[in-house]
């Protein structure tokens, strides 16, 4: 059974920093697309990044852009989002997804993990 678990989530403050990784289990990754998601309280989920198979593409919101890098390491099947000069408006739960190449919808998700950025 495929999991993606996500860890690196808490509390920072304005202008600051925090690594979020997502560890992925039970099946085999290979091809896939991973993304990270996110939805604050009373608003829709997001879409904030995303990085194909082998690392060469990568996409981001525009309300990210040069803040937030997504990276990967399939050897270990983890993707890590480095996210830096955060601002209170990042505030929200993130989600770790996954789906195949050719697909167009996200087939796994992960529990998600808080990020909270105070100002």
């Known amino acids: 059974q495929v999991q993606l678990v996500e860890s690196g989530g808490g509390l920072v403050q304005d202008g600051g920093s925090l690594r979020l990784t997502c560890a992925a289990s039970?099946?085999?990754?290979?091809?896939?697309?991973m993304g990270w998601f996110r939805q604050a309280p009373g608003k829709e989920r997001e879409f904030v990044t995303s990085?194909?198979?082998?690392?060469?593409?990568?996409y981001y919101a525009d309300s990210v852009k040069g803040r937030f890098t997504i990276s990967r390491d399939n050897a270990k099947n983890t993707v890590s989002l480095q996210m830096n000069s955060l601002k209170p408006e990042d505030t929200a739960n993130y989600y770790c997804?996954?789906?195949?190449?050719?697909?167009?919808?996200?087939?796994?998700w992960g529990q998600g993990t808080q990020v909270t950025v105070s100002s």
């Open positions: 039970g099946g085999t990754f290979s091809g896939y697309v």
């Open positions: 990085i194909t198979w082998s690392g060469g593409r990568t």
């Open positions: 997804a996954a789906r195949r190449g050719t697909a167009r919808e996200y087939s796994y």
